[in-house]
């Protein structure tokens, strides 16, 4: 059984950092890409950011280039989203998500998911 479970969300302040956790289990951690979506009320789910398996390359949304920052760590099999610089708009339900394959492909679409974890609250106040 596939598993993913966030952790790390909560509420912040404009212009500080977060740093989100996923943690992977019932499938080849190192062969499966890993996405980032979020959803706030009212809105559809988006891409934030993917990254790839075994070379660790990473995509971004417009919103999050240059701000966040995707990792992944094998021996742990836990993928990272680093947010800096948060922004009151960045105020979502996150979640990662597991891709088809290896690779992160058109990442900001739903559609390319396989599974979903739960979801972590990110909260940023002005």
């Known amino acids: 059984e596939v598993q993913l479970v966030e952790s790390g969300g909560g509420l912040v302040q404009a212009g500080e950092s977060l740093r989100l956790s996923c943690a992977a289990s019932?499938?080849?951690?190192?062969?499966?890409?890993i996405g980032w979506f979020r959803q706030a009320p009212g809105k559809e789910r988006e891409g934030v950011s993917c990254?790839?398996?075994?070379?660790?390359?990473?995509y971004y949304a417009n919103h999050a280039k240059a701000r966040f920052t995707a990792s992944r760590d094998s021996a742990k099999n836990t993928v990272y989203l680093e947010m800096n610089s948060l922004k009151p708009e960045d105020t979502a339900v996150y979640y990662c998500?597991?891709?088809?394959?290896?690779?992160?492909?058109?990442?900001?679409?739903?559609?390319?998911?396989?599974?979903w974890g739960k979801g972590t609250l990110v909260t940023v106040s002005s």
């Open positions: 019932g499938f080849l951690f190192d062969e499966i890409a």
């Open positions: 998500a597991t891709l088809y394959g290896p690779y992160c492909l058109d990442y900001g679409s739903p559609e390319e998911v396989e599974y």
């Open positions: 990254i790839g398996a075994k070379d660790g390359s990473t």
